[in-house]
């Protein structure tokens, strides 16, 4: 499986981004599809995940209500859509694949490369 992320940049606090990951190669084994982030300095850390056969999505509370995952299937593609955006947002934002739903990032199996977004004050 091969994830390519984009979308990443710099934004104010309260803007918006938007981040798509398009995923390829043998997507059978790849229920969960999500994101990570990491924090200068931090661990990487769960933000959210989508199923991709039933929509199903969960978030860590710090972006709920702000953060939307999303996925076009045609297009082998998910979504996170950032709203109300806040300094501690700042990391690099990775997107994941994994056979099962999971917010511990060792467990997860196929990684996109990361994408940085910087939100200033």
């Known amino acids: 499986v091969q994830l390519q992320a984009s979308g990443g940049g710099l934004a104010h606090a309260g803007g918006s981004l938007k981040l798509s990951c398009a995923v390829s190669?043998?997507?059978?084994?790849?229920?969960?599809r999500g994101w990570f982030r990491q924090a200068p300095g931090k661990e990487r850390k769960f933000v959210g995940v989508i199923g991709w056969t039933d929509g199903r999505t969960y978030y860590v509370d710090s972006v709920k209500g702000r953060f939307t995952i999303s996925r076009d299937n045609a297009k082998n593609t998910v979504y996170l859509q950032m709203n109300g955006l806040k300094p501690e947002d700042t990391a690099v934002y990775y997107c994941?694949?994994?056979?099962?739903?999971?917010?511990?990032?060792?467990?997860?199996?196929?990684w996109g490369q990361g994408t940085l977004v910087t939100v200033s004050s």
């Open positions: 994941a694949a994994n056979r099962f739903m999971t917010d511990d990032p060792t467990r997860v199996s196929s």
């Open positions: 190669g043998d997507t059978s084994e790849t229920y969960a």
